[in-house]
């Protein structure tokens, strides 16, 4: 049984770290993409990042390069998502997701968690 379980959302300020973990099951991480997404209010679903866990390598969205910071912990099965400087903007639902293809497309990831609210907002 293929699961994967978001935590570490929350309500922070403008400015504001979380750190979101995604932790998996029935598969190995390191053998995967894991990639982020995330769906605000009234707004398609966009993805935020990418890590192709075997060699490490990642992608970010624009509106997110620089701020966040995704990796993985392959020993623990669990990809995190490292969020700094915080906006408003941010606030969303974030998914994790796993997939065979680096993209950042949601269409080829076949396997997602349930979300976890992050709230930015003072």
């Known amino acids: 049984q293929i699961q994967l379980v978001e935590s570490g959302g929350g309500l922070v300020q403008p400015g504001g770290s979380l750190r979101l973990s995604c932790a998996a099951s029935?598969?190995?991480?390191?053998?995967?993409?894991i990639g982020w997404f995330r769906q605000a209010p009234g707004k398609e679903r966009e993805g935020v990042s990418f890590?192709?866990?075997?060699?490490?390598?990642?992608y970010y969205a624009n509106s997110v390069k620089g701020r966040f910071t995704i990796s993985r912990d392959n020993a623990k099965n669990t990809v995190y998502l490292q969020m700094n400087s915080l906006k408003p903007e941010d606030t969303a639902v974030y998914y994790c997701?796993?997939?065979?293809?680096?993209?950042?497309?949601?269409?080829?990831?076949?396997?997602w968690g349930q979300g976890t609210q992050v709230t930015v907002s003072s």
């Open positions: 997701a796993a997939s065979l293809v680096a993209t950042l497309r949601s269409a080829p990831y076949s396997n």
């Open positions: 029935g598969f190995t991480v390191a053998n995967r993409v």
């Open positions: 890590i192709r866990s075997s060699d490490g390598y990642t």
